[in-house]
């Protein structure tokens, strides 16, 4: 349909990114949003996503009139709705945001299968039931290889995924085969649209985290134990509510349909700059050699369980004899952005920099949710 979405279907409106899509689907259309929620009622689900969007600190009182929650499971048959409830939505809705998957990164691809996979089969389902519906599926950059294949330099948005060796991991695998599916969708002559974010910050203006995350986690880490490891890291990151922005702007253009969009910052910067961010707002962070650093990790593994490092362990291992202390690392990403740079061009937003000012308000919030301790105050804060 040429005009705008009326009612819009999102899923997993409650986790981090779901927050913040929910926001920008609110902001960027006049749509009323409904969310399947695993909830016992619609009345709990819309106290769970005001509760949720008001810990994100991105709540405003008039959303409550443009919400539906909407109780059903994505590892369940038809969503876990009734065969007349199915039908319903499907005739009601104009438009499919799947945002939702069970994220954990140890589980094995049997225990993600249910949600992941059979959840976005039903999506594709109610996509094609009665009224052709777009469906915009939340995809991630984990289902492709970290290094282009070998004789190319760059790992393409147009590319086929079954190019493509299958990842490491359960959850990995269950992305890729669920993305498999919205491809074979949209070979079919489905409406798709593809979006795989890559590492997802907090939020650019009030540092609002996911507690859970990687580079959260590492932050939070580094400080409390006073050690990081020499060398730098490319960071590629991109603030959650630029990534929320980006996905709804697309979503709405035309063109972006049948396309896939590569969602990771094109300028990354050096892990240096957290820690000069680290060192202005008091915080002693040595840097030592990997190897130090990986031996306060193995004894935080014995039995530190209260440690922000502890959840991290399984996704470091020890050098090899003779590899330089110095990660022999470059800046540039593997991952080609240029549809989605085309995409943006216009968009009436900026690409937040990763800078030291951007580190300083994550610092802060930290600070604020007491998830770090105030740094000395014989040494007070130098904010930017």
């Not at 009345?43 to 539906?68: F, H, M, N």
């Not at 909407?70 to 945002?99: C, K, M, R, V, W």
């Not at 859970?212 to 050690?227: C, E, I, T």
């Not at 922005?245 to 050096?270: D, I, N, R, T």
Request: with cysteine; charged share 15%.
């Amino acid at each position: 349909s040429p005009s705008p979405p009326q009612k819009i279907l999102l899923t997993g409106a409650t986790g981090f990114l779901g927050a913040f899509l929910l926001r920008e689907l609110l902001q960027q259309t006049d749509a009323t949003i409904h969310c399947l929620l695993r909830t016992p009622s619609p009345a709990a689900g819309l106290s769970r996503l005001e509760q949720c969007l008001t810990d994100y600190k991105i709540w405003q009182p008039d959303y409550t009139s443009r919400l539906v929650a909407i109780p059903g499971d994505l590892a369940q048959p038809d969503l876990g709705l009734t065969e007349a409830q199915f039908n319903a939505l499907a005739e009601q809705i104009d438009s499919i945001y799947h945002n939702g998957a069970q994220v954990h990164h140890i589980s094995p691809y049997a225990q993600l299968r249910a949600s992941n996979v059979f959840g976005t089969r039903e999506m594709i389902r109610l996509a094609c039931q009665g009224r052709t519906k777009p469906l915009h599926y939340t995809s991630t950059l984990s289902v492709l290889p970290p290094q282009p294949l070998p004789g190319r330099t760059e790992i393409c948005e147009q590319d086929n995924l079954r190019d493509y060796p299958v990842p490491v991991g359960g959850y990995n695998r269950s992305k890729w085969v669920a993305e498999q599916l919205v491809a074979q969708a949209r070979d079919r002559r489905l409406p798709v649209t593809i979006y795989r974010p890559g590492p997802i910050s907090g939020d650019s203006q009030t540092g609002v985290f996911n507690r859970s995350d990687f580079l959260y986690r590492l932050m939070q880490g580094y400080v409390q134990s006073g050690l990081a490891p020499d060398g730098e890291m490319p960071l590629d990151m991109l603030p959650v509510d630029y990534v929320g922005k980006a996905m709804v702007y697309l979503s709405l253009q035309p063109e972006s349909m049948g396309q896939a969009f590569h969602l990771v910052h094109p300028q990354p910067a050096s892990s240096n700059v957290m820690f000069e961010a680290c060192q202005a707002a008091g915080y002693a962070v040595k840097r030592v050699p990997y190897e130090t650093w990986f031996e306060k990790l193995m004894h935080i593994a014995q039995g530190d369980q209260g440690h922000a490092l502890y959840p991290l362990v399984s996704l470091f291992s020890s050098r090899q004899t003779g590899q330089s202390d110095t990660p022999q690392q470059t800046l540039d990403i593997p991952f080609d952005t240029q549809q989605t740079d085309t995409g943006l061009k216009d968009a009436p937003f900026d690409l937040p920099r990763l800078n030291r000012p951007l580190f300083d308000i994550y610092l802060r919030a930290m600070v604020e949710t007491g998830t770090l301790s105030p740094p000395p105050v014989s040494s007070p804060p130098v904010w930017q």
